[in-house]
DNA sequence: AATTTAATTGCAAATAATTATCAATAGCAT
DNA sequence: ATGCTATTGATAATTATTTGCAATTAAATT
């Protein structure tokens, strides 16, 4: 059987939490530490990557896993697809909608049990063009 | 301009190419360093890492850079997408057409400059079932 | 409220994947 | 053959993340 390991609500995973809702540009683990580390040196780095884990298992943010460099996380829990700006190296939101249909169709193909997808566009942000 | 620099054909860059071309399987840098240190173990793995970067700019393999995990190279250079299976790690080529159009939608709508997109699909392969 | 328990923390060290450094070597054009 | 410079091997460094472990602490159980 599974063993069902209960959350506890401290105050780091809480921090955590209201640092990612306050970012909305898509930061990465490392990026969520330095702005945490200004508030509450206590913070260890270690904390901010095992939470983030953590609250993204539980739905409360979005992790997203780049095709290159670092993971980056969400406040925005909804499923939605992004790009990453080659010069910037900024993501952001793309609004194309979810493709709901997009994994049935192979589904039936292959035998594979398909759980997501994953498209992430490369590309050049207006700023930087 | 640009500086333009001639490639060498040299026996660890054949080596290298040669290897992908003969595994069928989308071996990472480090599973084709491991193949080929069998037979030449006089090619270093910067070397192997090197030469898939050259080969992939050249358009001779494959670059797939994965959403975890080590990237992985591929001999089939006509853009597809692929599936990773999330308990055996293997990852294999999806059978869904190449979807050319998906970047201009987003082109006229954000300003943004999209030059490619990976879909990466996860879930269980058959074997793993 | 006191006690038990197990999840969580901080710190440092470990790991994984890749890139950089740099002197020595070796393709290739002349 | 000579010279230029891309490439190589060996190792150190980097980047992003995870892990080991003793100490701590939230929450369940007396």
């Not at 330095?34 to 992790?63: D, F, M, W």
Request: hydrophobic share 35%; charged share 25%.
């Amino acid at each position: 059987m599974q063993e069902l390991k209960k959350n506890r609500n401290t105050l780091q995973r809480r921090i955590v939490l209201e640092t990612v809702q306050n970012m909305t540009n898509h930061p990465d683990a490392d990026t969520v530490y330095e702005k945490i580390s200004k508030e509450h040196p206590l913070v260890s780095k270690a904390t901010v990557y095992r939470n983030l884990k953590i609250l993204a298992k539980q739905g409360l943010i979005l992790h997203i896993p780049m095709l290159d460099g670092a993971d980056c996380f969400d406040f925005n829990c909804l499923p939605h697809y992004h790009i990453k700006c080659r010069k910037c190296g900024g993501v952001f939101d793309v609004d194309l909608p979810y493709q709901k249909d997009i994994c049935s169709k192979i589904n039936r193909k292959r035998g594979f049990i398909i759980e997501s997808h994953q498209i992430v566009f490369s590309g050049v942000c207006p700023d930087c063009q």
